[in-house]
């Protein structure tokens, strides 16, 4: 018995050790058989298939000085179906629509060459590291324009090799086209002439101030009421910076949403300054050097998508009349249907109303408590709060159905007549304003040929005034000039709100030497610093004109801009806590430049009576903005209704999220 439990000891132990070997590669033996194990000869393992140059059949790059490549590429493609489902090549695919002809072919062939690289007797070449560095270099302002990360299979340092280790130029073929039989040109700006969205519009926007960091910036100054952004492009010698003694000025355009043609010119404005200041244009250049120029090409996003969408729908080609689409109604207002031009707080009224006071003057009015009741747009009070945050000069608002420059005020100043002239202080300013614009149109001022009359009498030299040529309450330039220091006219740019996209060059060849002018003109006049006898600059002292009841006030570090015309005037700066100062100036007829003229305050005794005598009562005081956080409740609530308001995409995005595969993140910038 003890011989038997030995033994059946001995097989188990023998089977879990078969059991242990079976699992480990081994050599097959013979006896294996007796203890139950099966085992075959290992086979030897397959030779790894060696990669075969094949031709490009990828269509997006079938132009490349090469005709063969390999599998799996740089990337790790194995076959070229897959390579063709990637997001890479849905990429390379778009681009040239994407950056808007920028760049490419440069970017796809790049692109090309890592997903199809090159191959030479069964070897894969590399491009060029350098290649890929320089357009790096001269197409990043590009994807940065239209908030687009850098795509990962573009990086130097990663996919692309150095001359040392053996590389080529992708972009060798391209080059030899160009080369060939090319003659030089001298450089020029390239503007496409036709209409965008709003996300193409803030895409060529960014991409302009991409391409010119140096001298471009872009910022919000708020949302419509569908959340689109109220975008400005900023030019200056140092963006982002108020200049000591640099006026600033600003243009906005689409006021009323379906009156395109101002948002258009400024678009194409923004271009223009940004390639011409590059090519060493030295008018431009000295433009920017010396101005702050602020450009807000659509003040009511919503309403020009509504007038587009419109616009779209009733071209007909059967249908003649749908072809020649103005409406005068349609996308005018928000999407709240506001009429923005009839929003802003009413301050002419109260320049009527007390403009027989002794020492009232119409200028720096506080907004009444009771506007802030009624509905403000979120676009209006974005303007506003813009144009209380910059020192602003000069603006120019453009509008369209008619051919001519409109300046304030915009209000009768009689309550029953409708086409009455109501001059401000300033008309002779307003006038040489106006003109200004008008004279350096290709058409404007020709006399009354041409008009559209669709509010009769229309003036003379294509210059009115306002309330003259009809009047109403509540509009943006009136508001401009009683609150601020800013002096801002109305241009309407002709009689087609709308008007067909082969007239939009016309368009910008008849008021592109106005445009230009115009900002010129902001350095008329006088200008200087106000101090104390320290030297410091004194923030909010007035500078009063005699015989103008309209003064302005000096900005942040004491120095003002004041729009004079030609002649004598006798200045006085006064500010509280300091005694007043009285200077008598010439202003010569052709001075193209804004006179110097400086001040030194001295402490005096606070004369209360001063400020209070012409203080409009029961109004508050000029900082009294939006008392009853009536806007910022109204902005929270939108928000809270669409709580993805901060998680939307870029406009590009739709390109990618229905593509094969997991979508491309790697392009989100953030």
């Known amino acids: 018995m003890e ?72 990337l790790g493609h194995r076959t070229r179906e897959e390579a063709e489902l990637g997001p890479e090549y849905l990429l390379v695919s778009v681009v040239h629509n994407l950056l808007n002809g920028e760049c490419t072919p440069d970017i796809r062939m790049l692109g090309c060459s890592v997903l199809v690289p090159r191959c030479e007797k069964e070897k894969v070449l590399k491009p060029c590291r350098s290649t890929c560095e320089a357009v790096r270099k001269n197409c990043y302002h590009a994807f940065e324009g239209i908030e687009m990360a850098w795509p990962y299979f573009l990086d130097c340092d990663r996919f692309f090799v150095s001359d040392q280790e053996g590389c080529y130029d992708p972009l060798e073929g391209l080059r030899a086209i160009q080369e060939e039989g090319n003659t030089p040109e001298k450089p020029h700006t390239v503007i496409q002439f036709s209409y965008q969205s709003n996300a193409q519009m803030n895409s060529i ?84 050097n010396t101005t702050r120029i602020h450009i807000l090409p659509s003040m009511n996003p919503d309403g020009y998508e509504l007038a587009a969408a419109e616009l779209q729908d009733t071209i007909d080609p059967e249908n003649e009349e ?11 207002g928000n999407a709240q249907n506001i009429d923005l031009n009839r929003n802003f707080p009413d301050l002419t009224t109260i320049v009527y109303s007390r403009r027989r006071h002794r020492r009232f003057r119409s200028n720096h009015i506080p907004i009444p408590d009771v506007y802030w009741f009624g509905k403000v747009a979120p676009e209006t009070y974005a303007v506003m709060k813009w144009i209380r945050s910059f020192p602003f000069v000069l603006s120019a608002n453009f509008h369209g159905g008619e051919l001519l420059v409109s300046y304030p005020y915009d209000l009768s100043k009689h309550p029953l ?43 003379q030299d294509g210059i009115i005034n306002g309330a003259w040529w009809y009047s109403f309450a509540g509009g943006m330039q009136d508001f401009n000039y009683l609150h601020t220091n800013c002096f801002e006219v109305t241009v309407e740019l002709g009689c087609d709100k709308f008007p067909a996209e082969e007239e939009l060059y016309t368009g910008w060849k008849d008021n592109k030497e106005a445009l230009l002018t115009f900002m010129e003109s902001v350095h008329r006049g006088i200008k200087g610093i106000v101090k104390d006898e320290d030297g410091n600059g004194i923030k909010g002292a007035r500078i009063s004109v005699r015989g103008i009841r309209h003064d302005i006030t000096t900005a942040e570090n004491g120095d003002y801009w004041r729009l004079l015309t030609a002649g004598i005037h006798i200045l006085t700066a006064s500010a509280p806590g300091y005694t007043r100062a009285m200077k008598k100036i010439h202003l010569p007829a052709r001075m193209q ?15 209360p009576d001063i400020e209070e005598d012409y203080r409009i ?52 910038r953030n």
């Open 617 to 668: 009562p029961s109004m508050g005081t000029y900082e009294h903005f939006d008392p009853y956080n009536q806007f910022e409740r109204y902005t929270i609530s939108e928000q809270n209704q669409n709580g993805e308001e901060g998680q939307e995409k870029p406009w590009w995005w739709s390109y990618f999220s229905n593509a094969h595969g997991s979508t491309p993140t790697w392009l989100l």
């Open 205 to 288: 926007l960014k991409k302009t101030a991409a391409r010119c960091p140096e001298i471009a910036m872009t910022y919000s100054i708020g949302r419509s009421v569908e959340g689109k952004d109220l975008l400005v492009i900023e030019f200056s010698n140092n963006p982002g910076v108020h200049e000591l003694l640099e006026p600033e000025m600003k243009y906005i355009g689409n006021m009323h949403g379906n009156e395109v043609l101002g948002r258009q010119l400024l678009i194409y404005l923004a271009q223009y300054l940004c390639s011409e200041y590059l090519l060493g244009n030295r008018r431009i250049q000295t433009l920017i």
């Open 417 to 459: 007549e409708q086409k009455m002239f109501s001059p401000t202080p300033d008309e002779q300013v307003f006038k040489q304003i106006a003109r200004t614009y008008a004279d350096a149109h290709a058409t404007m001022s020709e006399g009354n040929s041409g008009r559209c009359e669709n509010f009769g009498s229309i003036g």
């Open 3 to 74: 011989f038997i439990r030995r033994k059946m000891k001995t097989i188990v132990f023998l089977n879990a050790l078969a059991t242990v070997v079976w699992c480990a590669p081994s050599l097959c033996d013979p006896e294996d058989e007796f203890l139950g194990i099966f085992c075959k000869e290992p086979e030897p393992e397959p030779e790894p298939e060696q990669p075969k140059c094949m031709d490009i059949m990828m269509n997006y790059c079938d132009d490349m000085s090469y005709t063969h490549t390999v599998f799996p590429n740089i």
């Open 593 to 607: 430049k804004a006179g110097r003229v400086d001040f030194v305050l001295q402490k005096a005794v606070v004369e």
């Open 322 to 332: 749908a072809q020649n689409y103005n409406s005068w109604t349609l996308g005018r």
